[in-house]
């Protein structure tokens, strides 16, 4: 950052597309803290005060989110994920497999996974994604950095299956997106997220219906924006992932104007109020998902402040969908990272929503 970090998903996203054209995007200039309000094509605004005027609403949200980081590929660019092993070792607890995944024709994604030695059927599983940091993938699997951010390996020896990819342009994913033809990297992280879940629900043992998704600063936003477009996360936690745009370094923008995130921004986007889209909507559309929210009183990247502005607003959304329990925020006496008790909590939250018990595989 600045200067550091199966088959419901194409209905969903028919349903968006008609949505879309029915009642435009949200207006760049919308109080970002309006959540349930509506605003047509002319700018007329109403309350949502239906669950199907809140998918009317998402849509907006998400079509906000693509304006920036360009447009999600469709289904039939879905290529077969043609999993490649290419070492194996035994850890305490856990077999750890490098591997690569093709994400689209011809391309492919370096990740490593962790498999409990209990492996049972119906085991919930994680997406573990790393900071802004030169092993990229091999941080939150313990093979190096630092110790308080191996939370893909805690997860692991608590008993879930872990897949852990490398972002673009860190360990040793070294692409360019944009000779591919991506709008943005944010984008293309979060297309390969996708097909890493896909990844996570080809392993017979893991449930469908128990994937979770978390992450640090670079691996928080992430995990928020994928958690945004897939609906196969049930449960996600971020720590130190975001604040509101104002309040990022009073609202300059450029840490997210690098070729790492959203380029677009740059060039259409530059200042908070002439974003479409801000944090508030990301978090609004994950609800009601259960979601973690860790963010340190002295993290000197994301505001608190801005971060308790988001969490305020979209606390609405959560209790207008009868879920107020399944959003919840910590705010820890730390700077940028993710202490023991916050990650303890994190882990406890994920066992919770996730129905696992970590006793049963230890």
Known sequence: MRPLNRGSFLTQSLC?????????????AADRARLLTLRDSDGRESPVSTKQEWETRRA???????RVMGELPDESRRSPLDVRVDSEEQRSGYRLRRLTYQTLPGERTPAILLLPDRLRRN??????LHQTVQIGKEEPTGL?????????KELAERGYVVLAPDYPTLGTYQIDVYAQGWVSC???????????????QSIPEVADDRIGCLGHSLGGHNTLFTTAFDPRIRVAATSCGF??????????????????????????????????FDFHDVLALIAPRPLFVSAPVRDANFDVVGVKEVVAAVDQVYQFLGRKEALTAVYPNAEHSWPEDSRKATYEWFDRWLRHDPARTA
């Open 16 to 28: 968006f597309a008609a949505a879309c054209s029915a009642a435009g995007e949200v207006g760049a």
């Open 60 to 66: 907006q949200m998400r079509a906000a989110m693509e």
């Open 123 to 128: 085991t919930p599983a994680v997406l573990a």
């Open 144 to 152: 190096g950095g630092s110790p308080g951010l191996h939370y893909g």
């Open 186 to 200: 944010s984008l293309r992280a979060i297309w390969d997220n996708m097909r890493a879940l896909d990844l996570l």
């Open 243 to 276: 604040t509101a745009f104002a309040r990022y370094y009073g609202g300059d923008l450029r840490g997210w104007m690098g070729d790492r995130y959203m380029p677009r921004i740059r060039e259409l986007f530059p200042t908070p109020d002439r974003m479409p």
